[in-house]
């Protein structure tokens, strides 16, 4: 079975910076894209940032220059730094991945979500 674990979140204040982590488990062959996602409080999840196998990246607007996306393939991880944080950053982040389980399957696959919250 197929897992992803976030970790990272927490309390801090605005201008601050913390930086999440996502790893996954299980029976994987690879992984292709892996991307990050929030939910803040009474809203629709909406997308963070993506990076393929290759590390190509993708940014929302809204948090592009100060949020960064990476990954560790050997790992089976992304990241996530986000800096200069702000109040309206507040939300439960999420990873996704697409998940490659053998040449004839491949499933796309959440974590469990980690909850940021920025202070005024």
């Known amino acids: 079975q197929v897992q992803l674990v976030e970790s990272g979140g927490g309390l801090v204040q605005a201008g601050g910076a913390l930086s999440l982590s996502c790893a996954a488990s299980?029976?994987?062959?690879?992984?292709?894209?892996m991307r990050w996602y929030l939910q803040a409080p009474g809203k629709q999840r909406e997308f963070v940032a993506s990076?393929?196998?290759?590390?190509?990246?993708n940014y929302a607007d809204s948090v592009k220059v100060r949020f960064t996306i990476s990954r560790d393939n050997a790992k089976k991880s992304v990241y996530l730094q986000m800096n200069s944080l702000k109040p309206d950053d507040t939300a439960v982040y999420y990873c996704?991945?697409?998940?490659?389980?053998?040449?004839?399957?491949?499933?796309?696959?959440w974590g469990q979500g980690t909850q940021v919250t920025v202070s005024s």
């Open positions: 990076i393929t196998r290759g590390g190509s990246t």
């Open positions: 996704n991945a697409d998940i490659i389980l053998s040449t004839r399957s491949r499933t796309l696959n």
């Open positions: 299980g029976s994987i062959c690879s992984i292709d894209g």
